[in-house]
C-alpha cells in the first residue's frame, strides 16, 4: 500500500454491475406470490369527490383488491404523511395516504388497485368509477395569495402556508435609504421536475405471523422513511420495520421525501399478507415525485458610491404545492435565506418568504435546493449591478469578495463560513477561458452583427447541514449527523457500515478509498455496506452534499478508532508502551525500529482470538462512530459560460464552460468531476430548457419527457474543469461537498451570459429556461 | 405504459396485411415500426383490439432508382434512407430529413410508411416528400391508386389514406435537369420533433432558378406548400437577395391561426421562423448547386 488512495482517479467499483445490467433495482426483485400495485390519480387540480365506486374493477378477473381511503381510516393506522420541517406560525394541513372527499392537486392518489399482474391493474383503474365535482384551481405562488384566490386548506388564508424573515429589515431599509445606487429584479425561479432516470418504486412484503415489515424502495434515506413509516403512517412499530435501498438510479432529491405511495404500498401488503409492488411510469413521477424551485422573487441590490454592496433585500413567493413534502419548508427558507450573502461582504441582508399552497404538486428539495435559487438571486444581481456602474462584472464582484483574512466570516444572515479564498477560483477561472481577449472577441463579434456573452456565477455553497444542534432549533425534525461502523474481520478484510446511502455517487469507492488509507488495508479488502436498515446502525442518509464530509468523516473517525484499538493490542504483542507504537501503512512498529512490526491483519486475528489481549481490551476489532460535524462545509467556485446567441431565431449557442470549483480536499477526482458534469448539465438545464408548466386550471401540461426537456448531451459543449483547494477546516478529511455545486452554479453563469450577449439590445433580464422564443422577445421588446 | 390487451397478427404479405384488415376493420391498425403507434398505446391514447404487424414484408423495404423516378418500400427505415448515396443524390431533402428524424434507435425503427401515414404535424419526413413533388402509391381492396403528396396532408393526423388501404410506395420524381434541395428543422429541444421544419427544393438552369418547391412542418397542423416564397423564386438569380425575398414571403397566404402553438413556440413566433428556416433551407440547398 504505498501509494495513498486518497486523492487518486481510481475509477468506480460500482459501475461494472450498473453497464452490464446485472444492479438490481427495486423493479428487478420478484417475491414468490407477489401481486402487482397500481394507483388512481385524480385529473382534477382541486376537486370534490361525490361518488366513488371501485366495484367493477374488483369484478375484473386478476384483481385482488381495490381500496379506497375510507379502509386506510377502516384499518386504524394513522395514514398520514408528515412534514419533517417546522416553521414558526406554519399553518401544517393533514395529508392523507390517499385523498378524502376533496383532491388538491392533478396526481394525488385516490385509489390503489392491487391485481396478479401490471396490465390488469392499469386496466382496472380504468373500471372504478369517480364523480368528481372540479372546483377552481391555483398554481401560480403570487397569484395563490390574491384576495378570492381558490383556497387549498380552509385553515390557510390566502394560502399562506408560513410568513418567514431574517436579517435585519430596519438596518436593510436603511442601506437603500442611503444608497449611492440600487438595482432591482422581478424573476421567477421556474419549476423543475427531477427526472432520476429510475422512477420511484417499492415492493412491501409483510409478514403476519412475525409482524414484521420489508420495504425495497428507491430511496435515499432508509432510516428516514423508516421513521415517518412507523411514526406517522403505518404505526408499526419501528424495529418491526425493514427499509433496503437496492440499486437506485438517481434520485437528485425526489428519493429522500417521503411519499403516499410507499406507505400506500406498505399498507396493501399488511392489508393482504402477499408481497405487492408498485412501480410509478415516468408520467407518474412527473406528476407526484416532489418538483424543485418555484419561486417568485423580487430582489434589491444597494451599493455606496465606492461601488460596494451595502445592502440586499429579497422578497419571494415560494410554491410549497398541495401539501409540504417532508423537507419542504426549509428549502425556501434555511437554504435560500441563509446563503443570500454568497461569497460578498454584505452588511445589510433582509429577505422575507411567503411559503404559498397552490394546486400543485409539493415542491421540495431538488439538488441544489434552496441554494441554485438564492445564488441566482444574488449573481444576476451583482450583472445587474456591475453593468449600471459601468464596471467589468469580474472586477465589480473582486471589489465585493470577502477578503480572506476575514474568515471565519459571519454573514448577516446566520451562516458562518469557515474558509474561503474567492479570487483564486475566480482568477483561474478567468485565465481558463481567456477572459481579456474573449471580450476582445465579444467586441470584434458584435461588430460582425454577431452576440457572444460571458457570464460568471461566483457561488457559494453551504452543505453537510450542521451541527444537529443547530439544525434543530432551525425546526429540523431530524439530525444531521451521519454513523459508520467499521469492522476487521478476522482475516484483516474489512466491512464498513455507513448510515449515508448512495443511489450513483459513488460511495462504495471513495469511502473504500478512505478506509483503505487509514487501514492501510488493500481497497480491495474493503466491502461498503449501506441502504438497509437491518444491517445499518442508522443513518440520515445521502442529500444536501453530505456525504462525503458528514458520512465520510465519521467513516474516518470510526477506521481511526480502529487503528487505536489495534495499537493498543499491538504494543501489548510488541512488548512496547503504546506510545512508542507507530502505525504507518498497514503495520505496527516500534518507533525507531520499523522491522519490529506486526500487521493490523495480525492484529485483527489476535483481536478476535482474544488469548493475548492486553488488560482491559475487549476482543474483536471494530468502531463505531456517530460523528456530527460542528459547522456546514462551505464549497465555493467560479463559473463561466461563454453563449452565442443568434439575434434572429433567440437560438442559444452554448459554446464553453469553465468551472473552477473549490471542495476542500478530493478524495477521488473522476468522482468529484462527474458530479461537477452532471451538476452543470442540470443548471444548464435550469437555465434553457427545463420548465414544469402549469395551465391555468392546475393541469401539468409539461407531463411528458415529449414537452419536458432535459438537456441532452449534445447540447453540451465539453466542460473544463480546474480546481483549488482550500481544506475544511473542521472535518477529519477536509473535505467538502461537491454533489450539487455546479447546479448551483451554472444556471446563474448561463443567464448571465445570455444577458451579456444581449447588452447591445439593453436586455437586463430574461427568465429562466431562456428559451429562444423569449430570447426573441427581449430582442424584439427591447428596441422600443 | 399498459395497454389493454390486443390481438396481434403478423401479415406476410401485402394481401394477406389487406384481407385483414378488411376482416377486422375499425378496431385494426397497422403496426409498422411501432414508433409512433406503441407510444399512443402505452398511453391507452390509442386502444386499437387488433394489430396487423407489417414489418416483416421484405416487399415493402428498400429504395430503389427506376428510371426517372426513386422508389422507396414504406417500411424503409429512416436510417436507411438517410444513408442511401441514391437518396441523398437525388433527392437530398428527403435524406437531411431521415438524417434528423429523433435519435438513432427511432431511426433505425421508424419507418417513411408509418411517418407519412401518421401524418403527426411535427413530423420531418411530410415537408420532403410534398417539396420534392412525391407521390404516395396506396393498395386497398379495390386495387392500387397513386396520391401526389400535395393531396396527400389533409390535416392534423389526417391523410387520404382509408383505413382499408396501406402505402405500398413513396414516389420521388428524380429526372429531369439539374435540382437541388434541402432539408433544415428547429428541433424541440424535449421530443426533438420539428417545431419549424423546412424543405426547399430548387430547379436550376446555370444561376437562373427556373423552378421552386418548398414545404413546411411542425408550423402548421400538417405539411404545406410555401407558395409565396416559389412564387418569390420562380425565375430569379441564385443568389442571397432572391433567398432573402422568398425568405420574406415564407408566410404569405397564411393566417396567424394557421400555426400552430403551444407553450414552447407561440404562433407568432414559428411565423418568424418559418422565414429563418426557409433562408437556411435554400442556402444549404444552393451551396449543393
Ligand atoms: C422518441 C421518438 C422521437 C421521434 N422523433 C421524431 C422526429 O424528430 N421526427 C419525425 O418525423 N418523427 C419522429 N418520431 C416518429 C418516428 O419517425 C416514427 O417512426 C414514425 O413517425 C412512424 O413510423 P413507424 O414505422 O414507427 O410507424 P408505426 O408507429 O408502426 O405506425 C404509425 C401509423 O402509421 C400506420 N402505418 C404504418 N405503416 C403503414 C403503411 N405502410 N400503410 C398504411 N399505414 C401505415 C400505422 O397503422 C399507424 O397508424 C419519433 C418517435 C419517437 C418514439
Known amino acids: 500500500m504505498a501509494e495513498k488512495l486518497l486523492g487518486s482517479a481510481i475509477r468506480r467499483r460500482e459501475d461494472p454491475a450498473l453497464i452490464t445490467g446485472r444492479a438490481k433495482y427495486t423493479d428487478d426483485l420478484k417475491l414468490p406470490n407477489m401481486a402487482y400495485v397500481a394507483i388512481l390519480r385524480s385529473p382534477y387540480a382541486h376537486a370534490r369527490i361525490t361518488r366513488?365506486?371501485?366495484?367493477?374493477?374488483?369484478?375484473?378477473?386478476?384483481?385482488v383488491a381495490v381500496f379506497t381511503a375510507e379502509d386506510v381510516a377502516q384499518s386504524g393506522i394513522p395514514g398520514q404523511v408528515p412534514v419533517g420541517w417546522l416553521l414558526p406560525d406554519m399553518k401544517i394541513p393533514t395529508r392523507p395516504l390517499l385523498a378524502q372527499d376533496r383532491v388538491r392537486y392533478v396526481g394525488e392518489a385516490v385509489a390503489v388497485v392491487v391485481a396478479e399482474d401490471r396490465y390488469t391493474a392499469h386496466d382496472a383503474l380504468e373500471l372504478i368509477e369517480v364523480e368528481y365535482e372540479p372546483l377552481s384551481a391555483v398554481a401560480n405562488p403570487a397569484k395563490a395569495v390574491e384576495e378570492g384566490a381558490p383556497l387549498v386548506h380552509d385553515d390557510a388564508p390566502n394560502n399562506i402556508a408560513f410568513d418567514w424573515e431574517i436579517g435585519d429589515k430596519e438596518a436593510t431599509d436603511q442601506a437603500f435609504a442611503n444608497a449611492a445606487h440600487t438595482v432591482s429584479l422581478n424573476l421567477v425561479n421556474n419549476r423543475l421536475i427531477p427526472n432520476a432516470v429510475e422512477p420511484r418504486a417499492a415492493l412491501a412484503d409483510y409478514d403476519p405471523v412475525s409482524g414484521r415489515l420489508t420495504l425495497w424502495m428507491t430511496t435515499q434515506n432508509p432510516h428516514i422513511h423508516r421513521l415517518l413509516m412507523s411514526l406517522a403512517s403505518l404505526g408499526l412499530p419501528e424495529h418491526k420495520i425493514r427499509v433496503i435501498a437496492p440499486e437506485v438510479g438517481g434520485g437528485f432529491g425526489s428519493k429522500i421525501h417521503h411519499y403516499p405511495d410507499e406507505a400506500i404500498v406498505s399498507w396493501c401488503a399488511m392489508q393482504l399478507g402477499r408481497p405487492v409492488k408498485w412501480q410509478a411510469t415516468r408520467a407518474e413521477t412527473y406528476l407526484t415525485d416532489a418538483h424543485g424551485r418555484d419561486h417568485v422573487t423580487t430582489a434589491e441590490m444597494a451599493v455606496d458610491e465606492n461601488g460596494k454592496i451595502t445592502g440586499l433585500r429579497v422578497h419571494t413567493y415560494a410554491n410549497m404545492g398541495a401539501y409540504y413534502s417532508t423537507f419542504a419548508p426549509a428549502v425556501p427558507t434555511y437554504l435560500y435565506g441563509t446563503l443570500l450573502s454568497g461569497e460578498y461582504e454584505i452588511p445589510n441582508i433582509y429577505c422575507r418568504v411567503v411559503g404559498v399552497f397552490t394546486?400543485?404538486?409539493?415542491?421540495?428539495?431538488?439538488?441544489?435546493?434552496?441554494?441554485?435559487?438564492?445564488?441566482?438571486?444574488?449573481?444576476?444581481?451583482?450583472?445587474?449591478?456591475?453593468?449600471?456602474?459601468?464596471?467589468?462584472?469580474?472586477?465589480?464582484?473582486?471589489?465585493?469578495?470577502?477578503?480572506?483574512?476575514?474568515?471565519?466570516?459571519?454573514?448577516?444572515?446566520?451562516?458562518?463560513?469557515?474558509?474561503?479564498?474567492?479570487?483564486k477560483p475566480l482568477n483561474k477561472a478567468l485565465e481558463l477561458v481567456g477572459y481579456e481577449q474573449l471580450r476582445r472577441e465579444q467586441e470584434e463579434a458584435r461588430k460582425e452583427g454577431r452576440y457572444i456573452g460571458i457570464g460568471l456565477s461566483t457561488y457559494i455553497e453551504a452543505c453537510g447541514l450542521a451541527p444537529s444542534s443547530v439544525v434543530g432549533s432551525l425546526g429540523a425534525q431530524a439530525g444531521q449527523w451521519e454513523s459508520a461502523i467499521v469492522r476487521v474481520h478476522p482475516t484483516g478484510k474489512v466491512t464498513v457500515y455507513s448510515g449515508s446511502s448512495g443511489?450513483?455517487?459513488?460511495?462504495?469507492?471513495?469511502?473504500?478509498?478512505?478506509?483503505?488509507?487509514?487501514?492501510?488495508?488493500?481497497?480491495?479488502?474493503?466491502?461498503?455496506?449501506?441502504?438497509?436498515?437491518?444491517?445499518?446502525?442508522?443513518?440520515?442518509?445521502?442529500?444536501?452534499?453530505?456525504?462525503?464530509?458528514?458520512?465520510?468523516s465519521a467513516i474516518a473517525v470510526s477506521a481511526q478508532k480502529v487503528v487505536e484499538k489495534g495499537r493498543k493490542i499491538a504494543a501489548h504483542l510488541l512488548e512496547a508502551a503504546e506510545d512508542d507504537v507507530a502505525f504507518e501503512a498497514g503495520k505496527y512498529y516500534v518507533k525507531g525500529a520499523p522491522d519490529k512490526a506486526v500487521t493490523i491483519q495480525d492484529v485483527a486475528l489476535q483481536a478476535y482470538l482474544a488469548h493475548n489481549l492486553p488488560p482491559g481490551i475487549e476482543p474483536a476489532l471494530e468502531a463505531a462512530a456517530f460523528y456530527?460535524?460542528?459547522?456546514?462545509?462551505?464549497?465555493?467556485?467560479?463559473?463561466?459560460?461563454?453563449?452565442?446567441?443568434?439575434?434572429?431565431?433567440?437560438?442559444v449557442n452554448l459554446l464553453r464552460y469553465v468551472a473552477v470549483d473549490d471542495c476542500g480536499h478530493v478524495i477521488n477526482p473522476l468522482i468529484v468531476e462527474g458530479q461537477v458534469h452532471g451538476g452543470i448539465a442540470q443548471g444548464v438545464g435550469q437555465a434553457l430548457y427545463e420548465h414544469a408548466v402549469y395551465d391555468e386550471e392546475g393541469n401539468l401540461i409539461t407531463g411528458t419527457l415529449m414537452d419536458y426537456a432535459v438537456p441532452k448531451a449534445r447540447f453540451l459543449p465539453s466542460f473544463e474543469l480546474d480546481r483549488t483547494v482550500t481544506p475544511c477546516p473542521h472535518n477529519p478529511l477536509g473535505v467538502k461537498g461537491i454533489g450539487e455545486a455546479g447546479t448551483i452554479a451554472a444556471?446563474?453563469?448561463?443567464?448571465?451570459?445570455?444577458?451579456?450577449?444581449?447588452?447591445?439590445?439593453?436586455?437586463?433580464?430574461?427568465?429562466?429556461?431562456?428559451?429562444?422564443?423569449?430570447?426573441?422577445?427581449?430582442?424584439?421588446?427591447?428596441?422600443? | 405504459m399498459y395497454p389493454p390487451k390486443f390481438d396481434y397478427y403478423r401479415a406476410t404479405s401485402v394481401d394477406e396485411a389487406l384481407s385483414l384488415l378488411q376482416q377486422h376493420g375499425d378496431n385494426a391498425k397497422l403496426l409498422a415500426g411501432g414508433h409512433s403507434l406503441i407510444p399512443l398505446m402505452k398511453t391507452r391514447l390509442a386502444q386499437p383490439a387488433v394489430l396487423i404487424d407489417i414489418g416483416r414484408i421484405d416487399a415493402l423495404k428498400g429504395i430503389q432508382v427506376d428510371g426517372d423516378t426513386l422508389r422507396i418500400g414504406p417500411l424503409t427505415t429512416h436510417a436507411d434512407i438517410a444513408a442511401s448515396e441514391d437518396v441523398q443524390g437525388r433527392a437530398a431533402a428527403l435524406a437531411d430529413a431521415a438524417g434528423v428524424v429523433g435519435d438513432v434507435q427511432v431511426r433505425n425503427r421508424g419507418t417513411i410508411g408509418g411517418n407519412l401515414a401518421h401524418a403527426d404535424p411535427a413530423s420531418d419526413l411530410p415537408a420532403a416528400v410534398l417539396a420534392l413533388g412525391g407521390e404516395i402509391e396506396v393498395r386497398g381492396p379495390n386495387g392500387s391508386r397513386t396520391v401526389a403528396a400535395d393531396d396527400f396532408f389533409q390535416g392534423l393526423f389526417t391523410t387520404a389514406l382509408g383505413g382499408d388501404e396501406i402505402i405500398t410506395a413513396i414516389r420521388i420524381p428524380a429526372g429531369g435537369g439539374k435540382r437541388v434541395s434541402a432539408y433544415v428543422k428547429f428541433p424541440h429541444p424535449a421530443s426533438g420533433y420539428a417545431v419549424v421544419g423546412v424543405a426547399a427544393v430548387l430547379e436550376l438552369d446555370g444561376q437562373t432558378i427556373t423552378s421552386a418547391r418548398v414545404a413546411a412542418n411542425g408550423a402548421f397542423e400538417c405539411a404545406k406548400r410555401l407558395t409565396g416564397a416559389e412564387q418569390a423564386l420562380a425565375g430569379a438569380t441564385a443568389s442571397d437577395e432572391a433567398i432573402a425575398a422568398a425568405a420574406q414571403r415564407a408566410a404569405e397566404g397564411f393566417n396567424a391561426d394557421d400555426f400552430m402553438s403551444d407553450i414552447f413556440a407561440s404562433s407568432e413566433y414559428r411565423a418568424h421562423l418559418l422565414g429563418v428556416y426557409t433562408r437556411r433551407a435554400l442556402q444549404k440547398a444552393l451551396e449543393r448547386a
Do not use: C
Open chain 1, 52 to 63: 366513488l365506486d371501485t366495484s367493477k374493477a374488483k369484478a375484473l378477473d386478476g384483481v
Open chain 1, 359 to 423: 394546486h400543485t404538486t409539493p415542491v421540495d428539495a431538488y439538488r441544489g435546493a434552496g441554494r441554485p435559487e438564492a445564488t441566482f438571486v444574488v449573481e444576476r444581481l451583482v450583472d445587474l449591478m456591475a453593468r449600471k456602474l459601468g464596471m467589468d462584472p469580474a472586477e465589480f464582484r473582486r471589489k465585493n469578495f470577502i477578503p480572506p483574512d476575514k474568515f471565519p466570516y459571519q454573514t448577516p444572515v446566520a451562516l458562518q463560513y469557515d474558509s474561503g479564498d474567492y479570487e
Open chain 1, 503 to 552: 443511489h450513483g455517487q459513488g460511495h462504495k469507492t471513495t469511502f473504500a478509498q478512505i478506509v483503505a488509507d487509514i487501514l492501510g488495508v488493500p481497497y480491495d479488502d474493503i466491502e461498503i455496506i449501506q441502504g438497509d436498515t437491518d444491517e445499518v446502525q442508522y443513518g440520515w442518509g445521502t442529500y444536501g452534499s453530505r456525504s462525503a464530509a458528514v458520512g465520510g
Open chain 1, 628 to 651: 456530527d460535524p460542528s459547522n456546514f462545509t462551505f464549497p465555493f467556485g467560479t463559473h463561466v459560460a461563454v453563449v452565442e446567441v443568434n439575434p434572429e431565431s433567440g437560438e
Open chain 1, 747 to 784: 444556471s446563474a453563469a448561463v443567464v448571465n451570459a445570455v444577458v451579456d450577449a444581449l447588452a447591445p439590445f439593453g436586455v437586463e433580464h430574461i427568465d429562466m429556461p431562456v428559451t429562444p422564443e423569449k430570447v426573441w422577445r427581449a430582442i424584439q421588446g427591447a428596441g422600443n
